[in-house]
């Protein structure tokens, strides 16, 4: 049974990523630790106390973290994400609490507790794990794997020309993180999703739709032809609440001249750290850029050993959208078919 440790910045392709975990009959989900990114990081608890509760999956332990980044000021991304992280969504308040416990004595904690048998989801900056691994620098082997969005490599930024988001957000962290992998087993080293394979990840309209027809809500209509902000007239609320969250990331893409798609990079790490979906690695070392103004949060991957250093990470280099996509449509709406109108 995988047993999952999140860190998310919830955001909503962390919310379809949570989701889709919280499908997987098999899948523990052991707590989720929250840090700053597309939005604060109590918002992103508070969002994330909600999506559980609309799942049915209250008792998850949900822990607030680094609420700035290490070394520079923090930069969110209500544009991209919506004022509250969760698109044209409103969920209600949740009735849990945020755990009393800090992010890091979660991740330390945990993994001291349960060595060898935690994987690591960071969906979000790499924050609260570099404050973990200053904390305690054994946690890459008491960890059974960690599972990393972030990043691009030999690929246009979506940030800037060069960087990806989590990793522009708190670069230093992402350097100390990649920087105590170094050396370790090949078993154990970081599977990185990085924009060229996640940018690969995009939904549309007519995934929606499958989603509706698999939730047995009928066919979810979100098409590029309605007006924005147009809410879901969906009688499940699970599937409502993701398609108006959605609806607002395809209407982010589309005004920045990318189509009526939504990259849903994160959706993509939660089937790939679970192991549901194919994909392809190379192995790499890699580093990131902290100090130039022009490069900061490029992330740089040594693939032929130029360095002389031992590899700190398999980046993933090929992966199957389509069946990425059936697995997240099929797993979710199985989710939301449960739920039914309650």
């Known amino acids: 049974m995988p047993s999952i440790l999140m860190d998310v910045d919830t955001g909503i392709d962390d919310a379809l990523a949570l989701v889709y975990l919280l499908s997987r009959p098999e899948v523990q989900v052991r707590a989720i630790t929250c ?11 508070l969002n994330n106390l909600a999506l559980l509760e609309l799942c049915g999956r209250q008792g998850i ?16 991304t209500e544009e991209t994400h919506g004022p509250q992280g969760m698109g044209y969504a409103e969920l209600p308040p949740p009735a849990q609490q945020v755990s009393p416990r800090h992010a890091v004595d979660v991740w330390v904690e945990e993994a001291r507790a349960r060595p060898g048998e935690l994987t690591g989801l960071i ?7 570099a404050l973990a691994l200053r904390r305690e620098p054994g946690l890459p082997r008491l960890l059974k794997g960690l599972v990393i969005m972030g990043g691009s490599f030999n690929y246009q930024g979506n940030t800037t020309p060069t960087a990806e988001w989590n990793v522009s957000v708190d670069p230093h962290a992402a350097k100390e993180v990649f920087a105590a992998y170094r050396g370790l087993p090949e078993d154990k080293l970081p599977l990185v999703c990085a924009l060229e394979t996640t940018e690969r990840i995009e ?12 939730a047995g809500a009928g066919p979810e209509l979100v098409l590029p032809g309605q007006p924005d902000g147009q809410l879901s007239a969906s009688g499940n609320p ?26 849903m990079h994160d959706a993509f790490a939660a089937c790939a750290a679970v192991e549901r979906t194919p994909f392809a690695t190379r192995l790499a070392t890699v580093d990131v850029e902290t100090d130039s103004p022009l490069l900061v949060g490029t992330t740089v991957a040594d693939f032929r050993g130029l360095w002389g250093l031992p590899p700190n990470a398999r980046i993933v280099s090929g992966n199957d959208p389509g069946h990425c996509f059936d697995e997240l449509i099929s797993s979710v709406g199985a989710l939301a078919r449960g739920l039914g109108g309650q």
């Open 238 to 263: 699970l599937v409502a609440a993701l398609s108006d969250a959605v609806r607002f990331y395809l209407e982010f893409h589309r005004h920045h001249g990318q189509g009526y798609v939504a990259h």
């Open 123 to 129: 969906t979000g900056p790499l924050t609260n794990f």
């Open 203 to 214: 939904l549309r309209p007519e995934h929606l739709r499958r989603l509706g027809e698999a």
């Open 35 to 45: 840090t700053a990114g597309n939005v604060g990081a109590r918002q992103v608890a």
């Open 61 to 76: 332990e949900v822990a607030i973290g680094a609420e700035v980044p290490l070394e520079i000021p923090l930069v969110t």
